[in-house]
């Protein structure tokens, strides 16, 4: 799985160079076997941020994507399309993507992260519960009929300066209730910018999602 998403790294038109950053030897094997590049990182780091944070302050770049390794399916050009989020604002830290929820039963998912956006196309907060709450409708399968809902897809681009920030400042209380590494950047009062995609990525993280994951790529 750590294979594809590098490769479909590599196909991102924006990006100067993919590096996995691991703890695992396996992992850096399958890599290399595959052509690519890999760095072992401390097995006590925190999150994936912490992990890139950890290459990041020995390369010279200003921007750097965190492309999450259960994104098998990630689109290149939602890869270059989070590269560009700190080109085109320069007052933001961090950038994402998040998809339009168009099922309930993805509501209630706590595997699948929940994001509010204000109307200037910040995060205010992601969580694995359900967010906004209705409090005037008993039925969730209305939910969707009152307001916007939206998912955050696993990647992120963050700027040097704000990624050497990042690792210094300890896991936050939010971060530890949600086990979500962007709340760190939320609560010590950063701000990550959000863009909407409409591709769809197949995210692995259940054993269900393997299974559907090998179904897809059968098909294909």
Not at 73 to 86: H, K, V
Not at 171 to 190: C, D, H, T
Request: charged content about 30%; glycine content about 4%.
């Amino acid at each position: 799985m750590i294979v594809r998403v590098y490769k479909q790294a590599i196909q991102a038109a924006h990006l100067y160079d993919v590096i996995v950053a691991t703890d695992n030897e396996r992992i850096v094997s399958a890599v290399v076997d595959a052509g690519g590049k890999a760095v072992m990182t401390p097995s006590n780091l925190a999150s994936g941020t912490d992990r890139i944070a950890y290459v990041a302050k020995n390369i010279d770049a200003d921007i750097f994507v965190n492309i999450q390794g259960d994104e098998p399916f990630i689109a290149p050009i939602d890869i270059d399309r989070t590269a560009s989020i700190l080109v085109d604002d320069l007052d933001a830290s961090a950038g994402t993507l998040v998809k339009r929820i168009t099922n309930t039963e993805e509501l209630t998912d706590p595997n699948i992260v929940k994001v509010v956006i204000d109307k200037y196309g910040r995060a205010l907060y992601f969580s694995r519960s359900v967010i906004p709450y209705q409090r005037d409708v008993q039925e969730k399968e209305k939910w969707l009929n009152k307001s916007e809902y939206f998912k955050h897809i696993g990647i992120y681009s963050y700027t040097r300066e704000f990624l050497l920030k990042f690792k210094e400042m300890g896991i936050s209380q939010l971060e530890r209730a949600e086990k979500l590494e962007q709340l760190r950047v939320l609560e010590n009062g950063y701000f990550i910018k959000v863009l909407q995609t409409e591709n769809e990525p197949l995210c692995v993280d259940t054993p269900e999602d393997l299974r559907r994951a090998r179904e897809f790529l059968e098909k294909s």
